[in-house]
C-alpha cells in the first residue's frame, strides 16, 4: 500500500475504535443545544437585535439581550458580553480587577496559571510596571495540583485555613500549556464547596476558556461565582469575530462592569456598528461547533497514540477542553506538525508559521492558524511554546472533515506510515 492508503486506513481503524467517544459527543451537544435553544426563546431573540448601534449604546436592546442569552445558556445570574473585551485574557484581567481590593489575596488553586496571566498577576518580574495587580497591592498565593493533575483538596483548605486575605480562589479549567487533564466539573464543584464551607464571601472565579459546552453543564451550576472567556473560542461558535464574556453572579458581575467601562457608568454604555448578529448565531451554533472540535481532538489522540506518541488526554478519557496536546520530542517535529496544521487551512494554506516572541508569553511560540477570524482557536489551529518536551496543542475545528483532512496532511509530513 502506498502511504497516503495505509494513512486512510489508520484514520478509518481510529474512526471505529471511536465510535463511543463519538456518542457520547453527541449526546452532551443534544444537551448543551437544548439549553441554547431555550434560552434564545425565553430571550426571545428577534431580528431586531442584531441591528447596529453607535455612540454610547445607551439602552442597546441587541447588546442587553446578547447578555441575558449568555447568562441562561452559562447557567449564570447575569453575564457581560461585548465586542469591546478583545480576549479571554481581556476578560479575565477584568474580573480579577474588578473583585480584588488592595490588601486582597488571589489564591490560584489550580498551579501556576495560563501564561498571559503571569503579567496581570505581577508574577516575577511579568508585568512590572505595566500596572500588575501586585503593583496594586494584591497578592499572590498558590495550591499546585496534585501530581496526577487534581485538585489539592488539603492544600487549598490548609491555604484558606491560615490565610485570612484570600478574596478570590482561581481555577483553570482547561490544560493550557500544561500537561495535565482539564479539570472536571465535578471537580470543581467540589472546590467550590470547600470555599463556600470557608467562607461564602470568597468567590471562585473560573478561567472557563475552551471548556464552554464540553460538558453538559458550567462551572457556575457547580458553585462557581463567577466564569470568563473568549468568543473566538467555544462560545463564540466560530462566527464570533471578537469579544469576551464574564458570567456569574449578578453583583459580581456588575463589579466587573465597573472595571470594563468606568465607575458611575458600568454596563450601561456600549455600541457595536457591525451588529450583533454573528454573537447570536455564534452561540447558537456553538455545541455543534464543540462537538466538531472534540471528535477532531479525539481523532488526533487516537491516531498519535497508536503510532507511540504520548497523548493528553488519552483517547477515551473524560475531557473538560477541547484541546488535544501531543508530545513530539523534538523541535522539528513540533514545527513539522504546526506547518502541517497551517498547509491544510482554508486561509493562508501557503504560509509557514515559525517560532516567535509573542506578547505576555515567556517563551517563543509557534501558532498555525489559518482561520477566517484571525487568531481564532476554536477554528482548527495549533500551537505550541518551545519548551522541552517539545507539546504541540491541537485545538478546535469548525468540522470534522477539515480535522480528518489536516490529520491526513501531519501524517503525510512527519513520514508516519512510510514504507
Ligand atoms: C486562551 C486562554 C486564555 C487567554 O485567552 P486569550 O484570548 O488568548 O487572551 C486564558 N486561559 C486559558 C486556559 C486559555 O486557553
Not at 268 to 297: C, D, I, M, N, R
Amino acid at each position: 500500500m502506498e502511504q497516503p492508503a495505509r494513512i486512510e486506513q489508520r484514520i478509518l481503524e481510529a474512526e471505529s475504535a471511536l465510535e463511543g467517544v463519538f456518542r457520547r459527543i453527541d449526546h452532551t451537544e443534544q444537551s448543551c443545544f437544548e439549553r441554547v435553544l431555550n434560552a434564545f426563546r425565553e430571550c426571545r431573540v428577534a431580528s431586531r437585535h442584531f441591528a447596529p448601534s453607535t455612540g454610547y449604546g445607551y439602552g442597546d436592546e441587541g447588546r442587553e439581550t446578547l447578555e441575558k442569552l449568555f447568562a441562561k445558556a452559562l447557567f449564570a445570574e447575569d453575564a457581560l458580553v461585548r465586542p469591546s473585551i478583545a480576549s479571554g485574557t481581556h476578560a479575565l484581567a477584568l474580573s480579577l480587577f474588578g473583585l480584588l481590593r488592595p490588601g486582597d489575596t488571589l489564591l490560584s488553586a489550580s498551579g501556576k496559571p495560563y501564561d498571559t496571566l503571569e503579567s496581570v498577576i505581577g508574577i516575577g518580574e511579568a508585568g512590572k510596571g505595566q500596572g500588575s495587580l501586585a503593583e496594586y497591592g494584591i497578592r499572590y498565593a498558590q495550591v499546585d495540583l496534585k501530581a496526577d493533575g487534581g485538585i489539592d483538596m488539603d492544600a487549598l483548605h490548609t491555604a484558606l485555613e491560615q490565610n485570612p486575605s484570600i478574596r478570590v480562589v482561581a481555577l483553570q479549567r482547561s490544560r493550557g500549556y500544561a500537561w495535565r487533564p482539564s479539570l472536571s466539573l465535578t471537580q470543581i464543584g467540589q472546590a467550590c464547596k470547600l470555599v463556600h464551607k470557608k467562607s461564602p464571601h470568597i468567590i471562585v472565579l473560573v478561567d472557563n476558556c475552551y471548556g464552554e459546552f464540553v460538558e453538559e453543564t458550567e462551572p457556575t451550576s457547580v458553585g462557581a461565582d463567577l466564569i470568563a472567556g473568549s468568543l473566538i473560542k467555544n462560545p463564540g461558535g466560530g462566527l464570533a469575530p471578537t469579544g469576551g464574556y464574564i458570567a456569574g453572579r449578578a453583583a459580581l458581575v456588575e463589579r466587573c462592569a465597573y472595571r470594563l467601562t468606568s465607575p458611575g457608568i458600568g454596563r450601561e454604555v456600549g455600541s457595536y456598528q457591525a451588529g450583533y448578529g454573528p454573537f447570536y448565531q455564534g452561540l447558537f451554533q456553538a455545541p455543534h461547533t464543540v462537538a466538531q472540535a472534540l471528535k477532531g481532538a479525539a481523532l488526533f489522540g487516537m491516531v498519535f497514540e497508536t503510532l507511540g506518541f504520548a497523548v493528553n488526554p488519552p483517547p477515551g478519557a473524560p475531557r473538560g477542553d477541547i484541546i488535544q496536546a501531543v508530545e513530539f520530542g523534538s523541535a522539528e517535529r513540533l514545527i513539522a506538525f504546526c506547518q502541517a496544521v497551517q498547509a491544510a487551512s482554508p486561509v493562508d494554506s501557503f504560509a509557514v508559521p515559525e517560532p516567535w516572541a509573542m506578547p505576555g508569553y515567556q517563551d517563543a511560540v509557534i501558532m498555525a492558524a489559518g482561520s477566517f477570524v484571525s487568531g481564532s482557536s476554536i477554528e482548527l489551529s495549533a500551537d505550541a511554546p518551545l519548551r522541552k518536551p517539545y507539546i504541540g496543542y491541537l485545538q478546535g475545528a469548525l468540522s470534522y472533515a477539515h480535522a480528518r483532512q489536516a490529520l491526513k496532511e501531519v501524517l503525510l509530513r512527519l513520514g508516519a506510515d512510510q514504507q
